[in-house]
């Protein structure tokens, strides 16, 4: 089973993948809880290319950065772990690339799923979490961690906006939970359990 998290940064999560992770677990199965960009060695430096590195970064080589962070992510971890009979939670997976290097950069965004479906041989997500948050709340969420912002979160609220948006668009897809990110985190939570329970997994 393969379950990925998305939304626009700050929704929560980071937060929620580790509650869900702890009751698969306490249920006896094997986790492993992952991200992009990052999940592999090699992640890791992309992600530092992608995030931190100074100066710009033109946004189609930006998409096959992440591209090639994750056909690397699942070629090593994602593939091996589902074919050990593991379950892998991820954080963001290819829906993130289709909204921000797609929809809120301004590139096609059929091309930009077409370069990911590529770069992981179609590996489609069981399930794909969706926290739904506009974007001024937030990035408020954010700021309040006081975490320094990386390249792509100092971008401006509209950019945002435009994620959040194709992130819906995207979900009406029948392998999304979209969930309102505005509940408490235990009922958000009890949201996704009960979606993963019917789905056999608990
Ligand atoms: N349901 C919630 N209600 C209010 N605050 C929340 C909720 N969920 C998480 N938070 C808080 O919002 C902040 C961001 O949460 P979290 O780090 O889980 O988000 P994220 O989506 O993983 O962010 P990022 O994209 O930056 O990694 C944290 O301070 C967290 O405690
Ligand atoms: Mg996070």
Redesign the pocket.
């Known amino acids: 089973m393969f379950i990925t998290f998305e ?1 626009i ?8 993948l580790e509650l869900l992770q702890s009751w698969l677990e306490e249920s006896g199965r094997e986790v492993v809880r992952t991200l992009e960009p990052g999940g592999t060695d090699l992640g890791q430096e992309i992600r530092h290319l992608l995030l931190h590195r100074k100066g710009d970064v033109s946004p189609r080589a930006e998409a096959l950065l992440y591209a090639a962070d994750r056909a690397h992510h699942v070629a090593t971890r994602i593939r091996p772990a589902l074919e050990a009979g593991k379950v892998v939670l991820s ?1 963001r997976y290819f829906d993130s690339s289709v909204a921000y290097q797609g929809a809120a950069r301004d590139l096609d965004v059929q091309e930009v799923l077409n370069i990911s479906l590529w770069a992981v041989g179609n590996l489609v997500p069981d399930l794909t979490v969706l ?1 739904d948050l506009d974007a001024e709340a937030a990035i408020a ?2 700021s ?2 006081g975490v320094e912002p990386d390249r792509l ?1 100092r971008e401006k609220v509209d950019f945002f906006e435009r994620a959040r948006n194709q992130f819906l668009d995207l979900a009406a897809q029948p392998r999304f939970l979209v969930v309102d ?5 235990d009922a ?1 939570q009890d949201l996704i359990r009960k979606r993963v329970a019917a789905m056999g997994l608990s």
């Open positions: 939304g940064d700050g929704v929560g999560k980071s937060t929620q954080d926290l969420r954010r309040k961690t979160e990110a505005n509940l408490s985190v958000i």
